[in-house]
T-cell receptor, first 114, second 115 residues
Framework: EAGVTQFPSHSVIEKGQTVTLRCDPI?????LYWYRRVMGKEIKFLLH????????ESGMPNNRFLAERTGGTYSTLKVQPAELEDSGVYFC????????????FGQGTRLTVV | AQKITQTQPGMFVQEKEAVTLDCTYD???????LFWYKQPSSGEMIFLIY??????QNATEGRYSLNFQKARKSANLVISASQLGDSAMYFC????????????FGTGTRLKVLA
């Protein structure tokens, strides 16, 4: 069974540009999460989808970030325009619905804004 | 507010010895889950072990065990018989038992196993 996959693995962009990160969850997982880790700090929650619906986007830093989940399958996270403080590793995770199910994480996308 | 604290930014352990990675948490919820994830240099987050707040027994998974002390709000990870491949970043996390089930993570502990 394929795990959670994220594209690209690395991205280096200039301040002001746009970047789109993609996440393909494990098939059948209705829960999809985005997290971000800024260098040396904790991994922070960004938002949560159940199927195609946003359940919680309280962690989204500002309106430069836009997440979508088309048809309840893959998800994209767009940053437009990117700022220097957006640099970090963006993780996607998916899980089945239920409190005892662990989330499976992708390898992350390392975003560097220069 | 929920919070996870990992006070050890870095740890060393000799191969074949046991090591304990500390984790304390803060929550007002009665029902929650505690998790440990391993992040090797390749970047992926690997699930290690889970402890539910109502579980009376400490969770164990192979060489990993979770020393759960509910009154102290601690959930320390114990790795027995350390191996070189255990060198990685380790994250403690707490998850809500309702709502979004989102994770709250600590800052992580970097473990280095010495040969």
């Amino acid at each position: 069974e394929a795990g959670v996959t994220q594209f690209p693995s690395h991205s280096v962009i200039e301040k002001g540009q746009t970047v789109t990160l993609r996440c393909d969850p494990i098939s059948g997982h209705d829960n999809l999460y985005w997290y971000r880790r800024v260098m040396g700090k904790e991994i922070k929650f960004l938002l949560h989808f159940v199927k195609e619906s946003k359940q919680d986007e309280s962690g989204m830093p500002n309106n430069r970030f836009l997440a979508e989940r088309t048809g309840g399958t893959y998800s994209t996270l767009k940053v437009q325009p990117a700022e220097l403080e957006d640099s970090g590793v963006y993780f996607c995770a998916s899980s089945q619905v239920g409190a005892s199910y662990e989330a499976f994480f992708g390898q992350g996308t390392r975003l560097t804004v220069v | 507010a929920q919070k996870i604290t990992q006070t050890q930014p870095g740890m060393f352990v000799q191969e074949k010895e046991a090591v304990t990675l500390d984790c304390t948490y803060d929550t007002s919820d009665q029902s929650y889950g505690l998790f440990w994830y391993k992040q090797p240099s390749s970047g992926e987050m690997i699930f290690l072990i889970y402890q539910g707040s109502y579980d009376e027994q400490n969770a164990t998974e192979g060489r990993y065990s979770l020393n759960f002390q509910k009154a102290r709000k601690s959930a320390n990870l114990v790795i027995s018989a350390s191996q070189l491949g255990d060198s990685a970043m380790y994250f403690c996390a707490m998850r809500e038992a309702s709502g979004t089930y989102k994770y709250i993570f600590g800052t992580g502990t970097r473990l280095k196993v010495l040969a």
